[in-house]
């Protein structure tokens, strides 16, 4: 009968979101979908230099002011070097301990002696076992580190933070390498020059993928960003043309961003189009719409568009924002003021509105906005008054009419 054994009521279960453990940072733990979870293991992607290494090493240290064992295990840097980010971050605390090691056994031992509340694991390309050929970062040794540490994490209830680079193909080690050996892979992003950095879950065994934390690289670390949605705004002056706002919804949370465009007469040849934050087809798309269906004809310009702050955008919502700002740069007339645009443009020129529309009001209004120019929604009931501020305009040309200043 030894199967049975194994039939729970699931009454008797313990959740695993009553034992969820805090980061300490609330952006991490938006992300992680409340916290750690214990037994679980994390990877912590993003290129060299973005700031993996800062930041796990502040949850290190915050952990640890609240009381709970930390290990930190550097494969990368000398206990010294670590110890100086920790002076410059205010991570110098009881609790925390370091151990320098590239031997994959010698980590295991170490987080099998310490069984700390959470062992951060820097880098998983650094690590070797000695069980395997390969050298480090090879696609066996990274696999190899992923699982042995997974399976460390589930024996003792250790949460486990890993840090992995990401390879010149985008990934961490490679494609889909240790994304089915983790129970979550959370990527830190931003420009290099910038001091934005967004932490977003690619994969989350316990919570939701579509949130994204927002953070500032200082001086001494990491901080959060205290009104994430008005963020991204470039500036609270009147808005010169070629600039328009759009309330992006990333996750639950609504943010404000500003799409730049510039349209300046092109020399010969074939005119330029450059994007930064926003796929280059979809501008290409909206270029098209615009001169079939709004009478703006931009085969002579160049055109660049850019998100401000580092932030990248996929969703269909931002078109009318982009159309707009495009508009605005070549008819040189800004967008009115106190105006945001949400809604998805279509080949037709149509629109549709943006999802949750009522929602980005409500974070609109909030933040000081009048109107947001949107699309019909689809099925909406005919004549029912929308909530205000609500502009709907029918298609791309009265959508801009309502946007720009006269
Ligand atoms: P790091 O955490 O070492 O990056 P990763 O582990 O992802 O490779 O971060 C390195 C960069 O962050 C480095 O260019 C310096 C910068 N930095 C700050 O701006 N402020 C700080 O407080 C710290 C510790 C680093
Ligand atoms: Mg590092």
């Known amino acids: 009968m030894a199967g049975i054994s194994a039939v729970t009521p699931i009454g008797a279960v313990e959740s695993a979101e009553a034992a969820r453990l805090s980061s300490g940072i609330g952006e991490v733990d938006r992300v992680l979908g409340g916290g750690f979870v214990p037994g679980s293991i994390a990877l912590f992607g993003g290129d060299p230099g973005i700031g993996k290494s800062t930041l796990l090493l502040q949850v290190a240290g915050r952990l640890a002011q609240a009381g709970s064992q930390v290990l930190y295990v550097t494969g990368e840097e000398s206990v010294a ?57 090879s696609v066996g040794q990274v696999r190899e580190v992923a699982a042995r540490l997974a399976e460390i994490a589930k024996g003792g209830g250790t949460c486990i933070a890993l840090v992995g680079h990401v390879t010149k193909e985008g990934t961490v080690a ?86 730049q465009a510039l349209c300046a007469p092109a020399g010969y040849g074939s005119p330029r189009r450059a994007t930064t934050g926003i796929d280059t087809n979809r501008v290409l798309m909206l270029i098209a719409v615009l001169a079939r269906h709004a009478g703006l004809n931009l085969t002579s310009h160049d055109v660049y568009v850019n998100v401000a702050g580092g932030l990248r955008i996929d969703e269909p919502a931002a078109d009318l924002a982009v159309a707009a700002a495009l508009a605005s740069s070549l008819r040189e007339r800004p967008v009115r003021p106190a105006t945001v645009l949400a809604g998805e443009v279509a080949l037709s020129g149509g629109l549709r509105s943006a999802v949750r529309a009522e929602r980005r009001m409500v974070e609109a209004s909030r933040l000081g906005f009048e109107r947001l120019i949107t699309g019909p929604a689809r099925g909406a009931l005919r004549g029912e008054p929308g909530p205000a501020g609500l502009q709907v305009a029918r298609d791309i040309r009265e959508a801009i009419g309502h946007a720009l200043e006269p």
Request: charged share 25%.
């Open 174 to 259: 490679g494609p889909r390498t240790l994304e089915h050996l983790v129970d979550a892979v959370i990527y830190l992003e931003g420009e290099r020059l910038g001091s934005t950095r967004l932490l977003r879950a690619a994969k989350n065994r316990f919570g939701s993928t579509d949130e994204v934390g927002v953070m500032e690289m200082r001086g001494d670390g990491l901080a959060e960003v205290a009104d994430a949605s008005r963020f991204f705004l470039e500036s609270d002056e009147t808005p010169s043309a070629g600039t328009a706002v759009t309330i992006a919804l990333e996750g639950t949370r609504p943010l404000a961003v500003e799409i």
């Open 81 to 137: 070097q670590v110890r100086g980010r920790a002076e410059r971050i205010g991570a110098v605390v009881d609790g925390l301990h370091l151990a320098a090691t590239t031997d994959l056994e010698t980590a295991l031992a170490a987080i099998d002696s310490a069984r700390p509340a959470l062992a951060v694991v820097d880098s998983v390309q650094t690590l070797t076992s000695g069980e395997l050929t390969g050298p480090a970062g």
